[in-house]
């Protein structure tokens, strides 16, 4: 699975692509969703981003988001071939609870999903867990290690966030367009050995 053009290398899907996959990038407020998508995504992603306003004092914790000023309220979307004959299709969901019917309606068709973590925030994670966990959805997850803060072996994140065993946990970077690439390809590999212990 080495194939993954650069995003200014394609705006459409090559003619030898027969399947794609539908995956989500889930994970909670602020954890760099939209910054994921943007930095793997071969085409110019559609970003559904409105700017925080004073509507949002005391519904969404922006503490430790430093100056964060626009959240999705959609969907983020991007595309990555991951080989000349897969595409994967990139869904980003919105963080807050309030767009939690968004969820249901993105994780319809979705193969897997990729989880993103931030340390600082773990327990914010169960609510986005479980929520997937609820719909079928397998996932893996991924520390986005933010600079400047502390980052915690992954068994302990492991651990924390109580995953069950097999469950893939990687740390990225969500801006490092190859550690991105290096999450998905994680997840595909992943969720089709998952697929495949079904079918036997």
Request: glycine share 8%; aromatic share 8%.
């Amino acid at each position: 699975m080495g194939f993954a053009p650069s995003p200014a290398d394609i705006d459409y899907v090559p003619e030898s692509v027969t399947r794609s996959v539908k995956i989500l990038v889930a994970g909670n407020f602020g954890v760099g969703k939209t910054t994921f998508v943007s930095s793997v995504s071969e085409i110019k992603p559609l970003r559904t981003e409105e700017t925080i306003t004073e509507a949002s004092i005391g519904v969404d914790d922006l503490a430790g988001l430093g100056t964060k000023s626009s959240t999705t309220v959609a969907m983020d979307f991007g595309r990555l071939t991951l080989n000349p004959e897969l595409a994967l299709y990139l869904f980003g969901t919105p963080g807050q609870q309030r767009f939690a019917p968004l969820w249901s309606e993105l994780a319809r068709g979705a193969l897997g999903a990729l989880v993103l973590v931030d340390t600082r925030r773990i327990e914010a994670a169960d609510e986005i867990l479980s929520a997937l966990e609820e719909r079928g959805v397998g996932y893996a997850v991924a520390v986005n290690e933010f600079e400047g803060f502390r980052r915690y072996p992954l068994d302990e994140v492991r651990e924390a966030l109580d995953l069950a065993p097999g469950t893939p946990v990687i740390a990225v970077d969500a801006r490092r367009r190859e550690h991105g690439l290096r999450a998905l390809i994680t997840l595909a590999e992943f969720l089709f050995r998952r697929q495949e212990a079904v079918l036997r």
